[in-house]
């Protein structure tokens, strides 16, 4: 709280208790909640304060409910998968695949080419077999279309899933009209935000189950909070934490049909065909910004690191850019510029409670 004030006495240059009467009249207005993160006083925003407390109190009902399908055997499931895959899972993917088969919400989260995408297609694949109703989204149009290409199922935007209508401003899917789904599958989830997430978990229905995908050591959400950070970090949730390292996939252009207004590109052995007011969810490869190549990964990669970008030089920027090469990386620039950045963890911390609210051990 002191330390609120003294920064906003700094940067508004007003007195100290014109600060000290406006805060009071904005915490009983409820416009901002005082609370604590750990021991630590904070002064939160009221609507992503109690956002995050919904997000806990939904992911809670999900955890206590039964199953939606029929116990299945992975001594049964697994080898049959196996087999139809013509994959041979490595032990950390079989125990993750089981796992999430017994669970009524999971996350698998890990580094690229790790073996994330063949996990989720096994669980998928399963459950279809066994009659389970799912469904499969992702934050952006990339990442859905990624999805979508990698799971063989229609992946749609979080927004697209929850009919954003324009004209209300609002999602028409929510608890009163929510999805109609036994497992939904939520990927690339280090880019959902806390507003996002409420208005997600608001839509899943109590008796569904929840899957979600993501890399924990990626950039964060663009907008407040670190929900994936969080839900890990509670030990509410069973997590698969995926090391070992297994080859992804890139894309290439066949073929560009000016009659037709399309463009066809081979992912790994299957083409995929684009209308071309659908470019947008593709980016050159060669030449990207390291937010937007989340989720892809790329043969080489040349990254410039310099000095300039001193704003930009934080550590899980440089490990999501260097994570999206699978054979070389290429750091232009400065050494003291990789040095500040592989420094720099702690600069931005993002402050929630949805991990305290989240765990075991709290019931507020």
């Not at 087999?83 to 125990?95: D, G, H």
């Not at 994330?116 to 669980?123: G, L, P, Y």
Request: hydrophobic fraction near 45%; charge should be negative.
């Amino acid at each position: 709280m002191a330390e609120l004030k003294d920064l906003a006495e700094k940067l508004l240059e007003v007195d100290r208790a014109l600060i000290t009467t406006a805060l009071e009249l904005e915490l009983v207005g409820g416009t901002v909640i005082a609370d604590t993160v750990g021991e630590r006083e904070c002064i939160f925003l009221g609507g992503l304060y109690h956002a995050e407390k919904k997000i806990a109190e939904r992911l809670k009902t999900l955890l206590t409910g039964a199953l939606p399908w029929p116990a299945i055997d992975p001594d049964k499931a697994l080898p049959w998968i196996e087999k139809r895959t013509a994959l041979t899972l490595a032990p950390s993917q079989r125990e993750a695949i089981a796992l999430a088969l017994r669970s009524k919400m999971t996350v698998i989260t890990g580094g690229p080419g790790v073996g994330k995408t063949t996990i989720v297609n096994a669980i998928l694949r399963i459950l279809a077999a066994k009659g389970v109703q799912l469904l499969l989204c992702a934050p952006t149009g990339r990442a859905a279309k990624r999805m979508t290409e990698a799971t063989g199922m229609e992946a749609k935007t979080i927004h697209r899933l929850l009919e954003f209508d324009p004209k209300a401003f609002g999602f028409k899917r929510d608890q009163e009209n929510p999805l109609e789904c036994d497992l939904l599958v939520v990927d690339e989830s280090s880019m959902v935000d806390v507003m996002l997430m409420q208005s997600l978990v608001n839509a899943i229905p109590d008796t569904a189950a929840l899957l979600i995908v993501g890399d924990i050591d990626q950039l964060p959400s663009v907008g407040p909070g670190q929900v994936l950070a969080d839900i890990i970090g509670s030990g509410a949730v069973p997590v698969v934490r995926l090391v070992e390292v297994f080859n992804g996939d890139i894309g290439y252009i066949q073929a560009v049909d000016t009659v037709e207004g399309e463009l066809t590109v081979d992912f790994d052995g299957r083409e995929v065909s684009y209308l071309f007011g659908e470019l947008d969810t593709v980016v050159p490869a060669y030449a990207a910004t390291i937010h937007k190549s989340q989720g892809s990964e790329y043969p080489a990669v040349v990254i410039p690191v310099m000095t300039q970008h001193y704003a930009m030089l934080q550590r899980n920027l440089l490990y999501t850019g260097l994570t999206r090469g699978k054979k070389l990386v290429i750091l232009v620039g400065q050494r003291k510029a990789i040095a500040i950045a592989v420094k720099n963890e702690s600069g931005r911390r993002r402050w929630s409670k949805l991990d305290e609210w989240l765990h075991p051990s709290l019931t507020g």
